[in-house]
């Protein structure tokens, strides 16, 4: 096949030197290395001044404005130690900078996040190379976390690249005051019962909510939301246990590439694409523009940066029609970054149990560890902005009923092409699905093959 | 450039050192070590002058073009081994939709950026041609646009084009003109991206067209004046005539600048922009070379059209030289005749 040929290949010095100057012209995202950094890898456990720097995407919920300020904690426990973030919004711009990066060995962070899409590719042996082993790192501890989110990150050779940050345990979070207006049932049991078991059933509430909402609003945020939901609760997704590509014949893709179509052609989604740069999808929640956002436990950070006060307590979270995982990320330390050993000290503390159970109560991203799973803290967690939900019990609930699916190395890129360039097309542009199927076809063909 | 210093090197080295009677020795032996160091001072000197820029042309123009070649036929993946491929980079994407469309979406966006950007420079630069007051500051004025950066004005853009929140859209839903989906569909996208364009580069082309109306003689219109010629009837007829060359000029410049298109519609698209939209309704070649280089990796491909791009240019210089000489052959026709 043709897509499996561009694998396994190894780096030649001369080819990523001569085009690193290319490289920095081509790069748009994340902080640029060089200044004010002092220390160095031996400085660990002095008291030379260093400064740590993190590269996320979305919302980890680490930093000191919004999320559970632990940063400032570990700047306070470690007095040498500064730490400062990059954050980009689009995840797949922030990977693809990343991977520049990685290939160039400069210009990079000290800590990099992975999301769950991209692991298999940041694992695979183009990459491995380029991570520290965080399976010997000090003060990690690879048996704290759930078994699968380990050996997503583990590569052939037995390197934990990266470790887990949290999982992506999904249920679906919708307006009370838009299913009131709309006549539907607004009690998180009931509104779960209405679709339970199918994403069908799913579709047919956005039928009833599109019969009698309120002016200007859709039932589902996105038809490309809706296809990552629904293949997120799928077991077979893009790739088979090899790793190898087999989107085309995956049942998993037919299934959420039907519904979301559906969704997109009936008229129930708001013609949004997540993450978008631009921030419309952004003021769509401030401007209450739709009434349901499938809702990995991440997603409840965003809906309280996004939506802002002026809509506390108005969302509410039932379970999904199927229980599902939609993303998770992880924390690595690539080996060309400054201070690779202070970075992994950081790295352990940051997904340490304790602190997944701090960043869970400020922004809802759910513990990949299993004692943070089980904690107190976690179980009886309601952040401020969901009131009267218990948003813990909900997402730990969902995180038993997990079950995580083969990740091949080009999951990612194959997921946007179909929710970009084929579901947000038919979306938006009125595209012919089988047009658009065939748009996505050639695309990974022409893209993924070298 | 050697055979003008030809001259010089036989005649004056002698003749200055005549002129230094404090050291007579040297003034009898020519091939003294002083007189030689003059000579190759004399004929390295100019080369030296000019060697910073050939230099630094070498390391970033000719190395990059010759390289950028040789890995048009290799299959390199980013950070990979090299593997020789020969044409069939090139033959990819000669079966591409992609470059295909890619390659129509460069045209017809240069085209209707650079038409009207062009026509309304020619207006523009002939009124501010006229005495009027506060002619210095409209002349700054044009070229503000030109002064901002791309990012800046295709974010600003953006903003005005966005289909829900757009003040263009408001403007037209005053009028009672449905919204414009400014980003998904096809033509309003591109129509959205060469305004961007458009609006940069009218005061620029203008300034370059009123520095060559300047310089076309006033007894010209003042003769056209007194044979009771109109004032658009002298525009047509004496100014473009006169500044056909600056116009052909700024024509070659337009359509290097619209062939290589990227910032513009990349900003424009947000998080869509690489591909150009959902379905690359505006994906430029130039993002296209960019999607394959840096996102995919295939450096390879990307070399390749690269390479496409500057084939292309090169077609169409020539052709707008061509198309010049024949221009001019007939001009001096006519002035003969006359």
């Known amino acids: 096949m043709r897509i499996s040929t561009g694998v396994a290949r190894r780096r030649s010095r001369a080819v990523t030197l001569s085009t690193s100057g290319l490289l920095a012209l081509g790069l748009v995202l994340t902080g640029c290395g060089s200044d004010g950094d002092s220390g160095s890898d031996d400085a660990a456990g002095g008291d030379k001044q260093i400064t740590l720097r993190v590269g996320t995407f979305g919302s980890f919920g680490f930093d000191n404005k919004t999320g559970a300020k632990l940063y400032a904690e570990y700047e306070k426990l470690n007095p040498n130690i500064k730490i400062e973030e990059t954050n980009v919004a689009d995840g797949q711009k922030y990977w693809d900078a990343l991977k520049l990066r990685l290939s160039q060995g400069s210009g990079l962070a000290d800590v990099q996040a992975i999301e769950v899409g991209y692991i298999a590719e940041a694992t695979g042996d183009a990459m491995a190379s380029k991570w520290v082993d965080l399976g010997k790192a000090e003060g990690a501890d690879t048996s704290a976390f759930l078994d699968w989110k380990v050996k997503q990150a583990t590569t052939r050779n037995d390197q934990v690249i990266a470790l887990g940050t949290d999982i992506g345990p999904m249920g679906i979070c919708y307006r009370k005051d838009l299913f009131e207006k709309a006549g539907l049932p607004t009690d998180r049991e009931q509104v779960g019962q209405l679709w339970a078991g199918d994403w069908n059933k799913f579709l047919e509430q956005g039928e009833k909510y599109k019969a009698k909402a309120p002016a200007d609003t859709a039932f589902h945020d996105s038809a490309s939301g809706l296809f990552n939901a629904v293949i997120s609760s799928e077991p077979d997704q893009y790739s088979d246990e090899s790793g190898k590509l087999h989107w085309e014949g995956s049942p998993g893709v037919a299934k959420a590439w039907d519904v979301a179509v559906k969704a997109a052609q009936g008229g129930l989604t708001g013609k949004l694409r997540q993450f978008d740069e631009k921030g419309t999808w952004n003021a769509a929640f401030k401007n209450s523009k739709f009434a349901t956002v499938a809702c990995p436990s991440w997603m409840t950070g965003i809906i309280k940066d996004q939506a802002g006060p002026a809509n506390k307590g108005k969302w509410d979270i039932a379970q999904a029609p199927v229980p599902a995982n939609w993303g998770g990320s992880f924390l690595g330390v690539p080996k060309a970054g400054k201070n690779t050993a202070e970075a992994a000290k950081l790295v352990a503390w940051l997904t340490a149990p304790e602190q997944q159970a701090k960043v869970f109560a400020v922004n809802g991203n759910i513990p990949s560890t299993t004692a943070g799973l089980a904690s107190e803290s976690v179980q009886n967690a309601q952040p401020e902005y969901f009131p009267g939900v218990p948003v813990g019990k909900i997402y730990s609930d969902a995180a038993q009923k997990i079950t995580p699916a083969p990740i091949g190395r080009y999951d990612g890129q194959v997921k946007t092409f179909l929710t970009d360039n084929g579901i947000l097309d038919i979306e938006t542009r009125g595209t012919s699905p089988d047009k658009a199927w065939n748009n996505v076809k050639k695309l990974i063909e022409d893209k993924i093959d070298q | ?338």
């Open chain 2, 1 to 338: 450039m050697a055979t003008s210093l030809q001259p010089d090197q036989d005649a004056s080295p002698p003749v200055v050192l005549s002129g230094s009677p404090k050291e007579p020795k040297k003034h009898r032996d020519p091939d003294s070590w002083r007189s030689r160091l003059y000579r190759i001072d004399l004929k390295a000197t100019p080369y030296v002058y000019v060697a910073p820029f050939f230099l630094v042309f070498a390391a970033f123009g000719l190395f990059p073009l010759v390289y950028t070649g040789w890995l048009s036929l290799q299959k390199v993946e980013l950070g990979g081994e090299a593997e020789w491929r020969g044409l069939d980079n090139y033959i990819r994407l000669w079966d591409s939709d992609f470059f295909w469309n890619a390659l129509a979406n460069t045209f017809t966006i240069g085209l209707i950026s650079t038409v009207p950007q062009l026509l309304m420079a020619l207006g523009l630069a002939h009124l501010l041609n006229y005495r009027i007051r506060g002619r210095g500051f409209y002349r700054v004025a044009v070229l503000a646009p030109y002064a901002t950066s791309i990012a800046a004005a295709a974010l600003v853009f953006a903003q005005l084009f966005n289909t829900d929140y757009g003040l263009i859209n408001q403007l037209l839903g005053y009028v009672g003109i449905d919204a414009v989906n400014w980003e998904t569909e096809k033509w309003p996208a591109q129509i959205a991206i060469s305004t961007i364009v458009t609006w940069r580069w009218t005061g620029y082309n203008a300034l370059i067209y009123l520095a060559a109306m300047q310089a076309v003689p006033n007894d010209l219109y003042e003769a056209a004046a007194l044979d009771g010629a109109s004032r658009f009837r002298q525009f047509i007829s004496i100014t473009i005539p006169s500044i056909k060359p600056t116009i052909l000029f700024t024509i070659v410049v337009s359509t290097i600048g619209a062939t290589q298109l990227f910032g513009e519609p990349l900003i424009f698209g947000g998080s869509l922009g690489i591909g150009g939209g959902s379905g690359n309704q505006y994906q430029t070649l130039s993002l296209l070379m960019y999607e394959k280089g840096w996102i995919t990796g295939a450096l390879g491909q990307a070399s390749a059209i690269a390479w496409v791009m500057l084939l292309l240019l090169l077609l169409i210089g020539l052709v707008q030289y061509l198309l010049g000489r024949s221009g001019r052959g007939k001009k001096k026709d006519g002035a003969a005749r006359s």
